[in-house]
């Protein structure tokens, strides 16, 4: 499954996401009601959330896959702030994992596509960090990070139309 934190769903990160990795089952961050965690202690005392909302799909579908791909921009060197709500809600994994012992879905592969609009590659080092922290979490097997940067100076449809070259760059990274 893949998320998409970008509000452009035709934008640099889908784009490449799209080209890459070709998957069907999409959910958009922009277009679901996700709350914040809040720190609120309820899945310290038992392994769910407090909340009852959209995030509810992304755990069941979460189940129902074993290949996570995370495709967002970068904003103020971070990914999108709709998709790390998300990325927090998974806090309530790590204590049904690590302090109720109870199994969380198994994901096997994880991707994160992250376009950045500056020249400067530092700004995936949060990216990369989110990645580990994944990682460990679901104790995948792969964890792979696929940027590009400079989108300043693109157009999402540079990419497309290099579309043969751009897809055999990136998925020789995936079969690595
Ligand atoms: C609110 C906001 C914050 C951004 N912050 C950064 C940033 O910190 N560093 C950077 O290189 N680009 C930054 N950008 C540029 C985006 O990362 C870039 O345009 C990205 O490729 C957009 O991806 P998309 O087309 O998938 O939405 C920012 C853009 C916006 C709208």
Redesign the pocket.
């Known amino acids: 499954m893949l998320i998409n934190g970008?509000?452009?769903k035709n934008?640099?990160?889908?784009t490449l996401a799209d080209a890459i990795f070709d998957e069907n089952t999409v959910h958009h961050a922009y277009e679901m009601s996700i709350e914040s965690c809040t720190d609120c202690g309820f899945c310290d005392k038992r392994p769910a959330c407090i909340f009852d909302d959209d995030m509810d799909a992304i755990i069941s579908a979460l189940h129902h896959d074993d290949t996570l791909i995370l495709?967002s921009?970068?904003?103020?060197?971070a990914l999108s702030d709709k998709l790390l709500a998300i990325l927090n809600r998974l806090q309530m994994l790590f204590k049904k994992k690590f302090t109720h012992k109870q199994e969380i879905p198994d994901i096997k592969r994880l991707y994160i596509v992250a376009?950045?609009?500056?020249g400067?590659a530092v700004?995936f080092d949060g990216a990369h960090l989110t990645l580990t922290i994944l990682k460990q979490l679901f104790n995948a097997e792969t964890a792979r990070l696929f940027t590009?940067?400079g989108?300043?100076a693109m157009h999402?449809e540079t990419l497309t139309k290099d579309k043969a070259h751009l897809i055999d760059h990136y998925r020789s990274i995936v079969r690595q």
Do not use: E, H, V
Not at 11 to 14: A, T
């Open positions: 970008s509000p452009n934008g640099f990160s889908m495709a921009p970068i904003y103020f060197g376009t950045c609009g500056a400067n700004m590009l940067k989108t300043d999402p």
